[in-house]
């Protein structure tokens, strides 16, 4: 292996991502602590519970987000806390959240906030939620409350994340809890009404506070056609990335909703962001024809692949996503990246190629402006439970202990250096040397 450091920028952010049901604990008034309770939908039927105890005692794991030398953390607000009724806030929840953030303020780490991240007060699952317009109105009115009292401590919002993952499991998996109709006319209307709740906060946040950064946080996939297979299949998956990667920032961009069942221009939407969040995974094989499905769960031989069948590791894939959104020429952050490796086998050299990717694109002046990884802490992974462990810190659920990974100390060092040296790889992930580093070391 050559010897060298990949330098990051000095005002990049570091940063973890978590999001407010994964681990809060106790969220006992949304539609999924609802589906939690019913038997077959969650893996090894486990519960949420007391998830990380974040409602009692969030500034435990800040600590250590701290001490890793973490500039930035990505979290979400609850809004089945703020809003248990319909138009009621709630003043406690708001001043818990108001901590958090100041907690966060003190130990020199910048929140980025989300405001829906997949859980529904029960409230509003009766009235259809995303699946009716009237959401609009009950979104727009939650953003302006929480920004009014929260918006001071907040610079960066993100509206809504990963709608399309959002959606694609609850409408058509139905992996996610079940809204009142399913199919694929209730999946495009769902993805209408989620693009106009979109706009609606957009600009409540921005009347409000001008200078706040607004975006979402998009899941991007790789979706390839198998190498056996021809130019149908190739075609098909470019559909697939369309329809799933694509179609969401057109229409953000350009006003117009091409989805199936919800297209047409919608008001206010065109221009609606400031920055553009990439949650980035794996990399996924298109079925051609798509019978039975839309993806292969099977990879290529030699794949690495997480706990669970998860997916791929295959960091190539940032890079590529980077690319396909420099088109909407706004700065770009990595709103999550992460891999499920409970023995933490791969996770070390997971980051290190993932973020060999980031310095990339850097290096070619693409405007990437930090890194949060998915996760701080293991959390409650929604269907698959606790059954997949995300976190940099290891956590046991049932003691609430915690102890931080091997991967946990190899991005404490790398917030704490800010680069990537060829002694770290040697250190915690010899395996990828010749990926990170590659060639002879000087004589
Ligand atoms: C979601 C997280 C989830 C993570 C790992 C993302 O799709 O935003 O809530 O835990 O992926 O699966």
């Not at 990049?12 to 049901?21: K, M, Q, R």
């Not at 994964?22 to 019913?38: C, F, L």
């Not at 031989?301 to 940032?318: F, I, K, T, W």
């Not at 290190?352 to 990717?357: A, D, G, K, V």
Request: proline share 6%; charged share 20%.
């Amino acid at each position: 292996m050559a010897t060298g450091t990949m330098f990051f920028p000095s005002d990049f952010l570091w940063g973890t991502a978590t999001a407010a049901h994964q681990v809060e604990g106790n969220n006992a008034n949304n539609d999924w602590w609802q589906w939690e309770q019913g038997t077959g939908h969650i893996l090894q039927e486990h519960r949420s519970g007391l998830a990380c105890n974040w409602w009692e005692n969030a500034e435990a794991d800040l600590d250590k987000a701290a001490e890793m030398g973490t500039n930035a953390h990505r979290l979400s607000l609850e809004w089945s806390r703020i809003e248990p009724e319909p138009s009621r806030f709630d003043k406690n929840a708001l001043e818990r959240y108001r901590q958090i953030l100041q907690a966060m303020h003190d130990r020199g780490i910048e929140p980025m906030v989300t405001l829906h991240h997949f859980t529904n007060p029960l409230w509003l699952v009766e009235k259809g939620d995303f699946g009716t317009a009237v959401v609009v109105d009950y979104f727009q009115r939650y953003t302006a409350k929480v920004v009014e009292v929260l918006g001071d401590l907040v610079p960066k919002w993100v509206t809504i994340n990963e709608p399309l993952v959002y959606v694609f499991m609850r409408y058509l998996e139905g992996t996610f809890p079940a809204p009142q109709q399913k199919g694929w006319p209730a999946a495009g209307q769902a993805l209408r009404n989620l693009l106009r709740c979109h706009a609606a906060a957009y600009h409540t946040i921005k009347e409000r506070q001008p200078e706040a950064q607004v975006g979402v946080a998009k899941n991007l996939v790789i979706f390839a056609a198998r190498p056996s297979q021809g130019t149908a299949a190739r075609w098909w998956a470019k559909r697939l990335n369309w329809l799933y990667n694509e179609a969401w920032m057109e229409a953000m961009t350009n006003g117009r909703s091409r989805f199936p069942f919800g297209r047409g221009q919608i008001p206010h939407l065109a221009g609606s962001y400031d920055f553009i969040g990439i949650n980035y995974y794996t990399r996924f094989y298109a079925k051609f024809p798509p019978l039975g499905g839309l993806l292969h769960e099977e990879w290529e031989p030699g794949a690495v692949v997480s706990d669970g069948n998860y997916g791929e590791v295959y960091p190539d894939g940032l890079f590529q996503v980077i690319k396909s959104v420099l088109r909407y020429d706004k700065p770009i952050y990595i709103t999550e990246n992460g891999v499920p490796d409970i023995k933490d086998e791969i996770r070390p050299s997971f980051i290190l190629t993932h973020l060999r990717e980031v310095w990339r694109a850097i290096s070619f002046c693409f405007p990437v402006m930090g890194y949060y990884h998915w996760s701080l802490v293991d959390n409650f992974e929604w269907d698959r439970g606790w059954t997949q462990r995300f976190g940099l810190i290891a956590m046991n659920p049932e003691t609430q202990e915690r102890e931080l990974r091997t991967s946990g100390q190899l991005y404490t060092e790398i917030c704490q250096q800010n680069q990537i040296s060829s002694e770290m790889v040697a250190k915690y992930a010899p395996q990828s040397s010749d990926i990170l580093f590659p060639g002879k070391a000087p004589a």
